[in-house]
């Protein structure tokens, strides 16, 4: 694992020590979490790109936007009425800059689920802040990884399990989530490659040929234009997630737009 990973689960193994009690009770209520799927294959029935939008003040060592609550739920709110399926919300506060703040502003002015991105490795981060979407990394999860998934679902998260090679693939789909994610960044060396998706997405589609299941496949990270969209739903990606490039842009409601009116 590349020493920044390694830096943040380490500040993230700190951080999790110094929580004393959790702040929700759970299982908490997840309206929302049950349409992420059929909103996603309904965006694709209607010509349109499943785009999860990331709320993403910074990148480890490159700050890209100052996004306080306030501006975490107007940009929210901008990427929603572009038609953004989902908002992802970095909450990791060191390498990322992100807030919990951050993520129950969004989920206050926004009415589709909304996905907590961070480095879960301790299962009392689930009664941090409430989400819709929960995400799992399992590469930093490994034997952890299906406990961690139950738990998720328990507690009334829909799991979004990140892969990035056939053997952490292997073992997500040997999972409950539904929503698989393939990260086109590397955590080893923090390349990003969209043949990540070219390779892994007809993996889980033959998996789900064989076993009659129906995952969702999330291609994340990476994607910067309408040809790199077209490229992984092509191969097989139900939806994206995008960050920087959404984030960086002057006009947050043209930049997603674009996105959602990729196959046009
Ligand atoms: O964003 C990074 O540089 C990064 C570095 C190391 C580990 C994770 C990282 N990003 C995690 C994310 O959740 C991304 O923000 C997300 O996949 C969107 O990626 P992008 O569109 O490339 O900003």
Do not use: C, W
Not at 97 to 126: C, M, W, Y
């Amino acid at each position: 694992m590349h020493s920044v990973i390694q830096e943040i689960v380490q500040a993230t193994v700190e951080r999790t020590a110094r929580m004393e009690y959790p702040k929700i009770r759970t299982p908490h209520s997840n309206s929302r979490t049950k349409s992420i799927i059929s909103d996603i294959r309904q965006k694709k029935a209607q010509g349109r790109v499943p785009v999860i939008a990331e709320v993403k003040p910074a990148s480890p060592g490159k700050k890209l936007r100052d996004i306080s609550p306030a501006d975490a739920s107007h940009i929210a709110s901008e990427m929603e009425k572009a038609g953004a399926v989902a908002i992802s919300v970095l909450t990791e506060p060191e390498f990322f800059h992100g807030s919990t703040g951050n993520l129950e502003a969004v989920r206050k002015n926004v009415s589709i689920p909304v996905l907590r991105k961070d480095f879960i490795i301790d299962k009392i981060q689930f009664d941090e802040v409430e989400s819709d979407l929960i995400l799992l990394i399992a590469g930093i999860l490994g034997s952890d990884l299906d406990e961690m998934v139950n738990i998720a679902i328990s507690k009334g998260f829909e799991p979004l399990v990140e892969t990035h090679n056939i053997r952490e693939l292997e073992e997500a789909l040997k999972t409950k989530a539904q929503l698989i994610g393939i990260n086109n960044r590397d955590l080893n060396t923090l390349e990003i490659n969209l043949n990540t998706t070219l390779e892994l997405a007809p993996v889980v589609r033959e998996h789900d040929k064989n076993n009659g299941s129906g995952h969702i496949i999330i291609s994340e990270s990476g994607i910067h234009s309408t040809d790199d969209i077209r490229k992984v739903i092509g191969a097989g990606a139900d939806a994206v997630l995008v960050g920087t490039s959404i984030i960086k842009s002057d006009d947050i409601y043209a930049k997603t737009k674009e996105f959602v009116d990729a196959l046009d």
